[in-house]
Nanobody
Framework: QLQASGGGLVQAGGSLRLSCAASGRIISSAVMGWFRQAPGKEREFVAGVRWRGGSTYYADSVKGRITCSKDNARNMVYLQMNAMKPDDTAVYYC??????????????????WGQGTLVTVSS
């Protein structure tokens, strides 16, 4: 129901766009989120977008560098990452939650998860 893709190896300072394909059933009432998990660390929130309306919210650590967007026609959610740093290295996941959890950064609030896609930023 959720499938993330687009990960890979990128040099520091470079850009990468991740994609998340979602089923219509999830999207119809969802808030979509992006999380990441670096080796040895807990999964952390990165960005989110409300499917209806497109409002976005971000972790403070990525504001100004990362943009979350959606494509209604394609049922896709994107994470555009610019000026990437080695600290951005992680497995990135897309997830979905209900509208009541708009703005949540908590992994426990997201009930549907896709498989991750690995992003490696070399220095």
């Amino acid at each position: 129901q959720l499938q993330a893709s687009g990960g890979g190896l990128v040099q520091a300072g470079g850009s990468l766009r991740l994609s998340c394909a979602a089923s219509g059933r999830i999207i119809s009432s969802a808030v979509m989120g992006w999380f990441r998990q670096a080796p040895g660390k807990e999964r952390e929130f990165v960005a989110g977008v409300r499917w209806r309306g497109g409002s976005t919210y971000y972790a403070d650590s990525v504001k100004g560098r990362i943009t979350c967007s959606k494509d209604n026609a394609r049922n896709m959610v994107y994470l555009q990452m610019n000026a990437m740093k080695p600290d951005d290295t992680a497995v990135y996941y897309c997830a979905a939650t209900g509208p009541a959890n708009w703005g949540s950064h908590r992994t426990a609030d997201y009930g549907s998860w896709g498989q991750g896609t690995l992003v490696t930023v070399s220095s």
